[in-house]
Structure formats: structure tokens, C-alpha cells
């Protein structure tokens, strides 16, 4: 196979997969290919462009220790708070005006006003990212953290969707990192290069204005990018040319994206939408709500509360959810996140497809997972609303129950499986051969911490819905292949 050019490969692959067996070899064909591909062409220039924009973050964080604890990975502050003339935060004082006006709100309503209330939310009212800012996630990391995903959008449209155009939809997509690695990846294949276009679901006006700078050709006045409809328009609120030529648009929601063929990708997004919190208690499963906490002294601060009774989201999410078995005495339940993999589902059924969702979560077995990053720290989500990132972990086995037989669900699988299944190593190999030996340790530090399990590697998960195969095909990076195990034929 070693003489066959990659596209009569895969075409072979086509041809001949006709059970799970074969469907693996051939992927692991096409995968080696399809990184060793992007190992031929990559521009070293391109590689070291990102390494600058990366290695202040991580410079930052070895300085202090040596490496990221997995449980302050992810991390975003911005110093100045958004307070008004008296020193009040703003959210704050709009927060309590809420309650005042109407009782305790859910801790989901909360979580909607601190991160994307227009005026003052976290991601909102300023550049997260900016001097003031700080950001830590897998793209931002490494490179090889996108190029792994755009190989694997790469090799499952060559398996299934070769010559059709695909809609790539990426929710929540941050700085745009992810974006532009994948983008990156798809420039090295013509046969996918032009077949693509780019769909960004995106609430922040400021980082969707960030993912058009660094996706744009160079040099384009960013603002000349036109803005059709206005916020809550059906439709783009914005579109662009991507630096490699694809058309980009961008989105409020995801009901907004038109149908078609789609590739949806799903990164460190999920575990922004909001939850609603239930414990166990003597009368029963009652919500958290969060209310004005009196102090002694007249101060006022947030504070969890007991809901007396049941509550509409109770009896609209908890109850249909509960199992007779659950042994845990707190849950914490996304209804955006279910509306999000619905939505999927029904896409994929009516027009093709396939998704990859990542982020920290479990399978059910946590609890209390609610949490705020600030200043590189854990922080108390309650006190500051606005000044620091909300989050909860994802609950996939909760997911999974709004996907039905007529699709395909994989995983969750770690990061590190995932990871080392797509090659990264290989890639690993073939950035060091090129980098320059003052940059080895950035690479391999930022290896080790996509995939060593004390790091990112055990916490983050993966898991893809794709449209039903006939031949029980498994797509990459859900295979074992051994990469790494053995010598490469
Ligand atoms: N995927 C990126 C960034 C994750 S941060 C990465 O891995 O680096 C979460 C992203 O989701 C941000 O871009 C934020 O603005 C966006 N976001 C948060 N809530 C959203 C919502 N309800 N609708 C659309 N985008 C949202």
C-alpha cells in the first residue's frame, strides 16, 4: 500500500470496507496518511506563529510548578471588574434587582445572566482574551490539538461524504483557535478544501469579532466584514472569507444554521450552558435557587437556598430523568445541552453527518460539579458574577438520552484515547524533527498535557454522534489502533 497515492487509498478503503475489521485497517490507512500528509506540507513558519501565541500561557503556568493541574485548566479572568460609578458590579446589582422583584432565581438563570447577560456577562462586555485576560484550553495549547480534529472531519468525509459538500458548525469557538488549526488541516487536502464552508455559532459579539480576525484573509479590515441581520435575526449576523478561501458565517444560535450536510464540533461548550441544580432532601428532590443572602450587618451576598416545593424545572427535567436506581443525592441537569444534541440528531437524521463532543464530564456518577475560575483559581461562583468563567461538568449519559436508534453514538472516550488513536504522537515526531531545539519542551509539554491522564488526558471526553452506518463502521479515534506500538509498515 506504501507506493498508493492517498486518494486511490482511500478510494481502496471505499471499495473494500465492508465489515468493522476492514473498516479499522482502512482507517488506520487513511489516518497515517492523513497525518503523515500534514507532516510533509507543513509550512515550519506556519508551526512557530502559533507556538509564540501559546508559550507566554504555558510559559506562565511552568514557571509556577511545572505544569497545569487538571482542576485549573481551565481559565479565564479578566481584572477589571464591570462596576459602576460607586464600585458596585453591575451584574450584581441587576441580579438582585431580579430576586428582589422576583424571588430566588434557578442556578440556570443565573448562570445566563453572569456569562451572557448583553451588557455585563462574562463572555459579553470585554475581551476575555485580551492583555487583561487569560485562556486555557486544548487549541490554545497545542496545534496539535485542532490538526488531530481536522483530520478526523478529513478522514470520516472521505469514508462516507467524499465529493459533497460539508457545513462545518462549530459551537462556542472561542478565540477561533480550533477553527483555524482545522482550517489549516483542510488547506492540505484539496479534494475537502473546497467543499467546505465554516458556520460559527457564537453569542459574543466581541469574541466573534476575535474568531473573524484570526480567520479572515490578513490584513482585512475586520469591521468591512457585513453585518446583515441584527442580533436575533434569523440567519448570519455576520460573514466573511476565510485566509484559505472558504465562505464563514456566524450565528446566535444553532436553530439558526441552515440545513445540510454538517460536520458539528462541539468543544469546551457544553459545560457553559446552564444547569439547574436538585438535591436529595428529607421531603424529597427539591432545586437550588440562589437568593439574597442578609447579613448581620446589612451587607448582601448570594447564597444557595432550598426551593419549598417543587419548582417547573423539577417536574419538567428532574422527574422524566430520575431512574429508580440513582444513588447519588445531588444532580445537576442542562436542558440547553439536551435542546443542543437534539437538534443535532435531527439534523443528522434529515441530512447526514457526524459530530464530535468534548468536554469534561462524566457518565452520570457526579454531583456537585458547579464551579468559577478565576485568577488561575477555583472560585466561589456566588461572589463577583461577571468577573469569572461559570461551569459544570458534562453529564453524557444524560445527552445520550436524546439520541435514538437512527443514529450512531460513540463514546464518551478519554482525550488521551482519542488523542493517541488519531496519531498525535506521529505528529508529535514530526514537529520535533522540525522545531528548533529551544522549542522541544513547549512541544512535548504541551503533548503531555492534552493527553497524560493526571492532565487533560482523563478528564476531557469525547463523544460523536454520526448518522447511522450500515456496516457497524466506528469512527476514527474511537478505534483502538495501537498507534505508537508498533513500527509503521
Ligand atoms: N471552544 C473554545 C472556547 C470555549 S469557551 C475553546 O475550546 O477554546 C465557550 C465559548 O462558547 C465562547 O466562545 C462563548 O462566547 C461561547 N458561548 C457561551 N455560551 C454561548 C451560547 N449560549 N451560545 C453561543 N455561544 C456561547
Given at each position: 500500500m506504501r507506493g498508493l497515492s492517498f486518494l486511490s487509498r482511500c478510494q481502496a478503503r471505499l471499495a473494500l470496507a465492508s465489515n468493522s475489521k476492514s473498516n479499522h485497517i482502512y482507517s488506520r490507512l487513511n489516518l497515517i496518511t492523513c497525518v503523515n500528509k500534514i507532516n510533509a506540507n507543513w509550512q515550519q513558519g506556519r508551526f512557530y506563529c502559533r507556538m509564540h501565541t501559546i508559550s507566554s500561557a504555558q510559559a506562565a503556568y511552568r514557571s509556577q510548578g511545572g505544569v497545569l493541574s487538571s482542576e485549573n485548566l481551565k481559565v479565564r479572568t479578566f481584572s477589571?471588574?464591570?462596576?459602576?460609578e460607586c464600585g458596585k458590579n453591575k451584574l450584581l446589582k441587576h441580579i438582585y434587582s431580579r430576586i428582589k422583584g422576583g424571588g430566588p432565581i434557578t442556578v440556570a438563570d443565573y448562570m445566563r445572566e453572569v456569562l451572557t447577560n448583553p451588557q455585563s456577562g462574562y463572555y459579553m462586555h470585554k475581551d476575555v482574551f485580551g492583555t487583561e485576560g487569560d485562556f486555557i484550553t486544548s487549541p490554545e495549547i497545542s496545534q496539535m490539538f485542532g490538526e488531530m480534529i481536522g483530520v478526523w472531519i478529513v478522514n470520516e468525509w472521505m469514508n462516507h461524504y467524499q465529493d459533497q459538500f460539508l457545513q462545518i458548525v462549530e459551537l462556542g469557538p472561542g478565540r477561533g483557535t480550533l477553527a483555524d488549526d482545522m482550517l489549516r488541516v483542510f488547506s492540505q487536502f484539496p479534494t475537502i478544501k473546497d467543499k467546505i464552508s465554516l458556520h460559527l455559532v457564537e453569542v459574543s459579539p466581541v469574541l466573534s469579532n476575535i474568531q473573524a480576525a484570526k480567520l479572515s484573509v490578513p490584513g482585512e479590515d475586520v469591521s468591512s466584514i457585513e453585518e446583515d441581520n441584527g442580533i436575533g435575526d434569523k440567519g448570519p449576523y455576520k460573514k466573511c472569507t476565510s485566509k484559505y478561501g472558504q465562505d464563514i458565517y456566524w450565528y446566535q444560535s444553532l436553530t439558526d444554521v441552515p440545513k445540510g450536510l454538517s460536520c458539528f464540533i462541539a468543544h469546551e461548550f457544553l459545560d457553559a450552558l446552564p444547569i439547574h441544580k436538585f438535591q436529595k432532601t428529607e421531603k424529597g428532590w427539591r432545586e437550588l435557587l440562589v437568593d439574597i443572602d442578609q447579613q448581620d450587618d446589612m451587607s448582601e451576598k448570594l447564597r444557595l437556598v432550598l426551593s419549598p416545593c417543587d419548582t417547573a424545572a423539577s417536574i419538567a427535567y428532574l422527574k422524566p430523568s430520575l431512574s429508580a436506581t440513582e444513588e447519588r443525592d445531588h444532580i445537576e441537569i442542562s436542558p440547553g445541552s439536551a435542546l443542543i444534541v437534539q437538534n443535532i440528531v435531527k439534523r443528522i437524521k434529515e441530512s447526514g453527518g457526524f459530530s464530535l463532543i468534548a468536554d469534561y464530564g462524566h457518565d452520570g456518577d457526579k454531583t456537585d460539579t458547579f464551579r468559577a475560575f478565576k485568577n488561575h483559581q477555583l472560585h466561589d461562583?456566588?461572589?463577583?458574577?461577571?468577573t469569572a468563567d461559570l461551569t459544570a461538568d458534562v453529564d453524557f449519559s444524560y445527552l445520550k438520552k436524546f439520541t435514538d436508534l437512527q443514529v450512531d453514538v460513540f463514546g464518551p472516550i478519554t482525550q488521551e484515547k482519542y488523542l493517541i488513536n488519531m496519531g498525535i504522537g506521529y505528529r508529535l515526531q514530526a514537529l520535533l524533527q522540525k522545531a528548533k531545539q529551544e522549542h522541544w519542551a513547549s512541544l512535548i509539554s504541551g503533548y503531555k498535557m492534552l493527553t497524560s491522564p493526571d492532565q487533560m488526558g482523563e478528564r476531557f471526553k469525547f463523544m460523536s454522534i454520526t448518522s447511522k452506518s450500515k456496516n457497524n463502521y466506528i469512527p476514527a479515534g474511537f478505534v483502538d489502533l495501537n498507534f505508537g506500538n508498533e513500527s509503521e509498515s
Open positions: 477589571s471588574h464591570d462596576d459602576d461562583p456566588l461572589i463577583d458574577p461577571g
